[in-house]
């Protein structure tokens, strides 16, 4: 079983729809990452979490430690939104040099006009 | 504009070739980072660095090496390219334990 699990694999949505994106991980950790990859293959970060939420313009991320879970959300979405959405997972761990990211497969969503 | 720049972009080798990654930051970012990823997995470590002068192997190191001479710059190399390391590969760096990262546009690799 990976650590950290996306679900679902692929979304499709309408234009203007509410999305969901959500991340479980099983592991302890000491942040979460959301990330976006476009078409094309550039990878941006979105959102660094340890506890609560944040927001971003139409996204919002939030994060609940005790279950080991978070979610992406994106209101009014658009079709510019269409990418995979990544989450990573941050541990600490003494002999690995303090850190290691482990990146769960990816959320390819498509926003159809 | 401030970033991660990688370069080539896209290579294609035949096995045997060996080639060098560059890894360009400019942010004065103390660790630096080359991951490959391939279809339905996540991104995995290959090495890492959390200085100039330091290299460190990450999960899946084998076949690669590194180097960290300036800080600003990390190159991944392959002496001797196989099928198997075809994938896309970024870099990506950090201030340090727990921030936020910045990648680079990636390299695809192809070799044949």
């Known amino acids: ?113 | 504009n401030a970033g991660v720049t990688q370069t080539p972009k896209f290579r294609v080798l035949k096995t045997g070739q060996s080639m060098t990654l560059l890894c360009a930051q400019d942010m004065n970012h103390e660790y630096m980072y080359w991951y490959r990823q391939d279809p339905g997995m996540g991104l995995r470590l290959i090495h890492y660095s959390v200085g100039e002068g330091t290299t460190a192997k990450g999960e899946v190191p084998d076949g690669y090496n590194v180097s960290r001479l300036k800080k600003q710059n990390f190159l991944l190399g392959l002496e001797s390219a196989a099928p198997s390391q075809t994938s896309v590969y970024f870099c990506a760096s950090s201030y340090g334990t727990g921030d936020g990262y910045t990648f680079g546009s990636g390299t695809r690799l192809t070799v044949v």
């Not at chain 1, 991980?25 to 970060?45: D, K, M, N, R, T």
């Not at chain 1, 939420?53 to 978070?70: M, P, V, Y």
């Open chain 1, 1 to 113: 079983k990976n650590e950290v699990e996306q679900s679902p694999q692929n979304l499709t949505a309408q234009e203007g729809e509410f999305i969901t994106i959500n991340c479980s991980y099983s592991v302890g950790i000491s942040a979460l990452h959301w990330l976006q990859q476009h078409p094309g293959g550039g990878i941006v970060s979105l959102f660094m979490l340890s506890s609560g939420k944040k927001k971003h313009g139409r996204l919002i991320a939030t994060i609940n430690i005790q279950e080991k879970h978070s979610s992406l959300h994106i209101t009014a979405s658009h079709p510019r939104d269409s990418a995979v959405y990544i989450c990573a997972v941050l541990q600490l761990i003494s002999n690995f040099g303090n850190e290691k990211l482990t990146f769960g497969t990816g959320t390819r969503l498509t926003i159809i006009p």
